[in-house]
């Protein structure tokens, strides 16, 4: 499979990356309003962006099969 294609990029890192960066900035917001349940929604976002990046290095490794 060809992993340069970029409907495949974008699919696979640039849309969810965008979501993570939604759920950030959604805690950054409730955490402004004094809302201690804004931790969660950055903590579930820097996990999503992480895992993102992770997926990112191993195809990019990997991507003579």
Sequence with gaps: MNYTDSSFLMMLFVLPSLFGLALIGEGIQ?????????????GAGALF???????????????TL
């Design 49 to 63: 962006i992480i895992i993102i990046i992770l997926a990112y290095f191993m195809i990019s490794t990997h991507s």
């Design 30 to 42: 409730k955490i402004m309003n004094y809302d201690n349940r804004g931790w969660v929604g950055i």
